[in-house]
């Protein structure tokens, strides 16, 4: 192989990889970015640094140490504090019903 091929390899794998930590550090798939990062190289970490969180309702944030955790985890993974489940989290959009008097 030449130099060439392997550099533009190396660089790819590189773009890759950032792309796949900056999209699963933002909530999303790191397999996806990595793939798509690794094949576009500058365009594919650009749109993963500029993505937004996703899947934003199904998330919160510890009350101790305010990392962002799965809406459905029981436990904080960083912390190690018990998580309630959230009642109110779940459904965003969710209106309270109004009992007629
Ligand atoms: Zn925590």
């Not at 793939?35 to 749109?47: D, K, R």
């Amino acid at each position: 192989m030449s130099g060439y091929g392997l550099g533009l390899l190396v660089i790819c794998l590189f773009f890759g990889l950032a792309g796949g930590y900056v999209g699963r550090v933002k909530g999303s798939s790191f397999t996806v970015w990595f793939l798509i990062s690794s094949c576009i190289p500058f365009i594919g970490l650009l749109t993963a640094v500029l993505y937004r969180y996703d899947n934003r309702e199904l998330r919160r944030e510890c009350p101790r140490c305010h990392r962002v955790v799965k809406l459905y985890d029981a436990v904080c993974m960083r912390c190690g504090c018990e998580l309630d489940f959230p009642d109110t989290a779940i459904a965003p959009e969710a209106r309270v019903v109004q009992r007629m008097p």
